[in-house]
């Protein structure tokens, strides 16, 4: 008994368990979604459970901008299903001056060309070519410092 536990413990030693190291992107795209969903900078990495619960894990808050901006909080959460996320925390949309909750993700028809957002009050579709792309990811309060007159639509004229 004592033999079998040392050569169990050696081989893990020698072999240890395998690690998942597919990215975030790679992920989305093996499960029917478009890899540009989450920023190419900040994600830290992310857990995926076996009862399909998906959690990404950024540096810090950030926006980044699609068709129109997105807010991704320091943990994004949502339940991984081919061609959708459902039940997402953690990710807000800008719609006109208002940040509003995203609530589902899907790809019903890949041949479409169309991704839907649900964001509660409506539900958006957008191009799917938006999304081929991982977009860069600002901090969340770095836009509104670059000129907060002009993001807020009020340019100085000189």
Not at 22 to 46: A, E, W
Not at 99 to 107: F, H
Not at 119 to 134: N, Y
Request: charged letters at 20%.
């Amino acid at each position: 008994m004592a033999m079998v536990f040392t050569l169990l413990l050696l081989h893990l030693f020698l072999f240890p368990l395998s690690i998942e190291t597919t990215s975030i992107h790679d992920l989305l795209k093996s499960r029917g979604l478009p890899p540009g969903l989450f920023p190419k900078n900040g994600v830290q990495f992310y857990e995926l459970g076996e009862d399909g619960l998906l959690q990404v894990y950024l540096e810090s808050p950030c926006v980044a901008k699609f068709e129109t901006r997105v807010l991704f909080e320091s943990v994004v959460r949502a339940n991984l299903s081919y061609g959708g996320l459902i039940g997402v925390e953690g990710l807000s949309q800008e719609e006109l001056f208002l940040w509003l909750p995203v609530k589902d993700i899907i790809v019903y028809d890949p041949s479409s060309g169309l991704i839907l957002f649900d964001i509660g009050v409506a539900h958006k579709q957008m191009s799917l070519s938006l999304f081929e792309d991982p977009p860069l990811c600002n901090p969340q309060g770095a836009v509104m410092e670059k000129n907060p007159r002009k993001e807020l639509g009020f340019e100085v004229q000189r």
